[in-house]
């Protein structure tokens, strides 16, 4: 099969490699549409250290089942599936909690540690577990289904700390995932959202799929302008979605008392923490790892319309275009948010 390989830090080329040997609870995906994701285009110079080479990457993926191990059942040779990116034991306590995102011997699609690899969807085939596979609608298109795991990881975020209809809520990055939580924000009947970037055309954007309000923090003062909105009192909820110092500082600053703040920007390992102000106001600060089993839920979404993932998506390309895209992408090219591969 032809597949995307990364060699070596920054090198990547489009090489023939076996296909995937199938194991008896496995199926054998042929990949239609996969997602380049922000961790790919860290992963691909190694500042994250979780893609080191050989690897072929990717795990934003959609296809047909090519075939299936003789112990999988309830899949067939045909069927139009997607997959979570995580793959979990299901037998730790973890696991057992439902807290599969949490699972102790966690391995993900198109990521290599040192501890395992395990090869992802930038290639023409690619095996996963049956248990992380999830049939879709005819009627969803495989470059749309690709941003389910991108979907389920805004639905997991909200689900840790959803806001009431009459909540003021802020979302700071309107990078794809910000945009994505903007409308599952929405789609959960939230009345106020505040978007927060710095670049004037992913606020645009933002309104678009939902905000009601948005701030460019260049322009002005990101906790006085939330409580200009909020009627002086600040939001109920928000969300992180950078993962720099100024950005969390923000997002606790423009809150309430008794408010809460869900971190799922992760750019930097370590940030400043306001210390005092979230201990004297009382602030709930969440981690969002992931997600965990939301994916049946976000392909309802995607299906019935109340997610869009079309306005975010760039470009389609081939699979020999993956070198150069990725370039782009890792120079900071403003003219692509997110690129789908076809293999």
Do not use: W
């Not at 198109?110 to 992380?132: C, D, K, L, M, N």
């Amino acid at each position: 099969m032809r597949a995307l390989l990364l060699s070596a830090y920054k090198t990547l080329s489009v090489v023939e490699m076996p296909t995937p040997e199938v194991g008896d609870d496995e199926a054998l995906v042929r990949v239609r549409a996969c997602g380049i994701c922000g961790s790919d285009i860290h992963g691909y110079d190694g500042s994250t250290g979780r893609r080191i080479p050989p690897l072929v990457m990717g795990h934003e993926a959609a296809g047909v089942i090519e075939r299936v191990g003789r112990g999988v059942v309830g899949f067939a040779s045909g069927d139009r599936v997607a997959f979570d990116s995580t793959v979990s034991c299901g037998r730790c306590d973890f696991c057992r909690r439902g807290q599969i995102n949490l699972c102790d011997n966690r391995t993900v699609l198109g990521v290599s540690t040192g501890e395992y690899r395990r090869h992802g969807a930038f290639a023409e085939y690619v095996a996963v577990p049956a248990r992380i596979l999830y049939k879709l609608p005819d009627s969803l298109p495989f470059e749309r289904a690709a941003l389910l795991e991108a979907v389920s990881v805004a639905v997991h975020a909200v689900s840790l700390r959803v806001p009431q209809p009459e909540d003021a809520v802020v979302v700071i990055g309107a990078g794809m995932i910000g945009l994505l939580i903007i409308q599952v924000l929405k789609a959960k009947g939230s009345r106020t959202i505040v978007a927060v970037d710095v670049d004037p055309r992913k606020l645009v954007l933002a309104q678009r799929m939902g905000a009601t309000c948005t701030i460019n923090p260049k322009e002005a003062d990101v906790p006085a302008a939330v409580r200009g909105v909020t009627g002086g009192k600040g939001a109920d909820v928000s969300f992180e979605v950078v993962g720099h110092s100024d950005t969390l500082v923000n997002a606790i600053r423009c809150l309430r008392k008794g408010g809460g703040v869900v971190l799922v920007g992760n750019l930097s390992p370590i940030v400043e923490l306001p210390l005092q102000e979230v201990v004297s106001r009382q602030i709930a600060v969440l981690g969002s790892c992931a997600s965990s089993g939301e994916i049946p839920e976000c392909i309802d979404l995607l299906a019935r319309g109340v997610v869009d993932v079309a306005p975010i998506i760039s470009l389609i390309a081939p699979l020999d275009d993956g070198p150069a895209l990725f370039e782009r992408l890792y120079s900071g090219d403003p003219a692509l948010m997110k690129v789908i591969i076809q293999p």
